[in-house]
């Protein structure tokens, strides 16, 4: 659905009520929690990949399914890293980068510094947010051309890492280019990083570089075979895609750069949450689903941009108490969903419309 209207947007007061009726421990991260899921995530991931270079037929199918969604679901901790301090769970992204990040060419500097514009009122939906771009009000091409694009990502990270990354070293004015305007996870290339990559930033950028040139090293000595790194960028790639789509359901993507209230972000955002089904069966299986498409709390988006504070273990929690306390006329209803199809579905109907209406 569109944006409501300006007018609809409720007083800030409200909302700092409905915050205060979360616990306050609610808003405190679980380290047992994130390293249980983040280690789980990170082995069954990578051993699936192993016994999908192993195999082959649909065995090597259904392990590259289960390699890619174990390893986007490790991926993703790369949003908990940038809203947690590093006291709250000691080393986590240090291993994180170890285990996920630089292997799969993602290091947590690509977004650290990065993902808070988007939070941002002043730069929420405007041409300063590196995750935004009015997809509503633009050709359903540019959906299409966003979702493609995002399957070519692994050659992507490695022409950044492995071949920009090293000239950018020795040549200041490329580098300066690299740090600019290669070196944020973005959906809008117009963004400009502004936070200036750190030491441990370089270390990350460094040692992704030595993994792509690892690898090719093996491969052209025999040691490692084309299927493995077809099946590494296989896995990348399908990765990447689920979560372009996973992306363009987490907002109603109707701002033309303008800045917005809080109570316009969150409306401009969408939660999807469980739906009122009868049978328990099929609540479990439309829970696993969202979970799959959206892990680590990213389906409670609409509930994140609220309160981004809460730990994406308590963003469930938080969200059936929200939706028990409020009344049913509060703002956040209209922010839930039942499923992704039909954010989907209502984002490329309101494209071809803005595109009709321009032709």
Request: hydrophobic residues 45%; contains cysteine; proline residues 7%.
């Amino acid at each position: 659905m569109p944006l409501p209207a300006r007018t609809e947007a409720p007083p800030k007061r409200a909302i700092d009520e409905a915050i205060r009726a979360i616990p306050i421990e609610w808003f405190k991260a679980s380290p047992a929690i994130y390293w249980a899921d983040l280690l789980s995530s990170a082995v069954l991931g990578w051993g699936a990949l192993v016994s999908a270079i192993l195999s082959g037929g649909w065995p090597r199918a259904l392990w590259l399914t289960v390699a890619a969604f174990s390893l986007y679901r490790a991926v993703l901790f790369i949003h908990e890293i940038t809203h947690r301090a590093q006291r709250d769970v000691p080393a986590f992204t240090f291993v994180w980068n170890a285990l996920i990040g630089v292997p799969l060419l993602v290091p947590s500097f690509t977004y650290e510094g990065v993902h808070t514009d988007h939070h941002r009122q002043r730069s929420y939906g405007t041409d300063d947010d590196p995750e935004y771009i009015p997809f509503g009000r633009r050709s359903p091409t540019l959906l299409t051309a966003y979702v493609a694009g995002s399957l070519f990502a692994p050659i992507i990270f490695a022409v950044r890492f492995a071949v920009l990354a090293p000239l950018g070293w020795v040549i200041r004015p490329l580098g300066r280019f690299v740090t600019d305007r290669c070196s944020a996870l973005v959906i809008n290339h117009r963004y400009v990083r502004r936070v200036p990559i750190g030491a441990a930033g370089r270390i990350q950028e460094a040692a992704a570089c030595a993994v792509c040139w690892i690898a090719a090293a093996l491969w052209w000595n025999g040691v490692l075979p084309v299927s493995a790194l077809l099946c590494y960028a296989g896995v990348s790639a399908a990765a990447s895609g689920v979560n372009a789509a996973r992306t363009l359901a987490a907002h109603r993507y109707d701002n033309e750069s303008e800045e917005l209230t809080m109570n316009e972000q969150l409306l401009d955002s969408c939660t999807i949450a469980p739906s009122s089904l009868s049978r328990r069966t099929r609540v479990q299986i439309a829970n696993g689903v969202r979970t799959l498409v959206a892990p680590v709390g990213l389906r409670y988006h609409a509930l994140h941009h609220w309160i981004p504070s809460l730990p994406y273990h308590n963003l469930g929690r938080a969200h059936r108490l929200l939706v028990t306390a409020l009344t049913p006329d509060a703002p956040y209803g209209r922010t839930i969903e039942e499923g992704f199809t039909p954010v989907l579905l209502d984002l490329l109907h309101r494209a071809r419309s803005s595109s009709r209406s321009r032709s």
